[in-house]
């Protein structure tokens, strides 16, 4: 774990937060890029659950929202964390840990200090509070969402205004939520702003078991397409003493993380029709669904598939990282799969105090830029340049020699077998996007080096 917080930094994926003024604890902030992974990431979400669908629209809802809203759902009542303090440290921390078990296991003493003297249990609402206008009193008061799926919800009737969708269908959306939890750590799988990816997926109730074994399996499809083996994945269904104050059956995929084995990634939940039969009401509008064709008027219920883009970021990571010793030397590469890598290609002179070398080299990246996300990289000898992409790992590098100057060929260099071939200019851009496509590099040509 250590290693991969280590490459987040010096490779320009994920910075600590505010670290220049010493940090705040548990943010953090990407870089250059882990911008560009997590947008991969989200690009790969919303084309596979948005739009190569017809039974799903998008929304993008607000951050800060009518604080009736968070009654109304039950958050301000039932979304409850219990805070012990150490008495020796003052370390405050959660009571209640969830294991690898079904049920809840208490903390005696402080995971920090060791010792057993804690203060009484204390009930703490995990939402932070803000003000509106320039009073601050509770007339004023909102909160930052700790989640986002409210916002679909009382948009639900402007969706069937707008678009009349026919059951079962869902809305989904994508944006940060804010908790301000308590155990923090574990660099950034649980922190006080991360972004969830969720769906909202309305049906009748006698269907709810077949839809919720639906979404299990397209969560787990669409996450092992990432990348990610098989083995390190398993679902977990949730205890009683568990549950969520709107849930009635949930189970969370869980990933086999290197700090503590398998933690919660992602939650699917049948959330009936709490929420929006709680909104109907608590608002005075009528949220139920009119069957179009026997004019029926109902509340919908609801299977909710949640994911989180921070955790995601994170199994990607720990899947992805090798290490191995090549020619005595350690080299370390994340093996990304090509769509999610930040970089596709990375465009180098052999070196960089040859004008011409670096002339010819410049024109080869003016061409493959419009088509890729590429790289520019004259620092340093050839060898730590390929190096310091694979750390970064980035799917192909093309070097321009004194043979480029010659026949206006260049070697093209795979990232995961380090093999090189020899590739006419006017030829890259069909071969790198034959490797983004999943060729396999030994079609692509003869391997000189």
Known sequence: MSKIVSLCKRRGFIYPGSDIYGGLANTFDFGP?????????????????????????????????NPKIWEASG????????LVECKKCHYRFRQDEIGNSKSKTLISKCPKCGNDQLTEPKKFVPMFKTFIGPVENSS??????????????VNFKNIIDSFHPEIPF????????????ITLGNFIFRKLEFEQMEIEYFIKEKDWEKYFEYWKKQMEEWFLGLGIKKKNIRW???????LSHYSKHTEDLEYNFPFGGFKELYGLAYRTDYDLKNHSEKSGKDLRYTDLETNEKFYPHVIEPSFGLERTMLAIFSEAYYEEEVRGEKRVVLRLKPELAPIKVAVFPLLANKPELIKKARKVYELLKPNFAATWDDRGNIGKRYYAQDEAGTVASVTCDFQTLEDNTATLRDRDSMKQIRVKIADLVEKI?????????LNLGKIVK
């Open 33 to 65: 890029l882990g911008v560009e992974l997590a947008n991969n990431i989200k690009k790969s979400w919303w084309k596979r659950f948005v739009q190569d669908r017809d039974d799903m629209y998008g929304l993008d809802g607000g951050i800060l929202m």
């Open 236 to 242: 977990r269904e949730h205890g009683k003493d568990e």
């Open 75 to 82: 958050h301000t009542q039932g979304f409850i964390d219990v």
């Open 433 to 441: 996007q034959k490797i983004l496509q999943g060729e396999k590099f």
């Open 140 to 153: 004023s008061m909102a909160y930052l969402r700790p989640e986002t799926a409210q916002a679909i919800f």
């Open 170 to 181: 869902g809305i989904a959306q994508m944006g940060k939520a804010f908790r301000n939890e």
